[in-house]
C-alpha cells in the first residue's frame, strides 16, 4: 500500500472530515462518505478508528431523518418536508412491506433516507430503528474498506 503524504491532516482533521462527510450523506444532501473513508484508508489512517467514525457519524444522520419524520408528520401536512411525495411513498411501500428488516437497506442511495423518514413517520421506537440501521451500514462500510484495502 503506497501512502499519500497529507502533511496538514492530521488525526483528528481526518476523522472531523469523515464524521461530517458521513454524517451528511446519511441525508438528503448528496455526498459520498465511501470516497472520503477510501481515501483515509490510503492515507493509513486507521482503518478500525474510520469505521467507527463514519459509522456513528452515518448513523447519527440517518436519526435525524427518524426525528424529522417522528417529530415532523405537521410538516408533511404543511409540504415542508424534506422530502417529495414520490421518496416518501417509496419509503413507506418499503418499509410496510419488509418491517424492521427494510432499514438494513438504509444505506441505499435514492430509498435508504425515506426509509429512516418512514421509520419515523410510523412512530418506530429510536431503540428498534437503531439496530438495524447501524448493522445496515457497518457491512456497508466493511465491504467498502475490504474493497479499498485490497485494491489500495
Do not use: C
Not at 8 to 36: D, Q, R, Y
Amino acid at each position: 500500500m503506497t501512502a499519500i503524504d497529507y502533511p496538514a491532516l492530521s488525526l483528528a482533521g481526518a476523522l472531523a472530515l469523515l464524521f461530517i462527510s458521513s454524517f451528511v450523506a446519511a441525508t438528503l444532501i448528496p455526498l459520498s462518505s465511501e470516497v472520503v473513508l477510501a481515501g483515509l484508508l490510503a492515507a493509513q489512517f486507521e482503518p478500525w478508528l474510520l469505521l467507527i467514525v463514519a459509522l456513528v457519524g452515518n448513523t447519527l444522520g440517518a436519526s435525524v431523518n427518524w426525528f424529522l419524520g417522528y417529530r415532523g408528520i405537521d410538516l408533511l401536512r404543511r409540504k415542508l418536508s424534506p422530502f417529495n411525495a414520490r421518496q416518501l411513498d417509496r419509503g413507506t411501500r418499503a418499509f410496510k412491506k419488509f418491517g424492521i428488516l427494510s432499514l438494513l437497506f438504509s444505506w441505499l442511495p435514492i430509498v435508504g433516507d425515506p426509509l429512516t423518514f418512514a421509520a419515523g413517520v410510523l412512530k418506530v421506537p429510536f431503540a428498534t430503528f437503531l439496530l438495524p440501521v447501524a448493522f445496515g451500514k457497518a457491512v456497508r462500510y466493511l465491504v467498502v474498506m475490504a474493497a479499498a484495502l485490497h485494491f489500495a
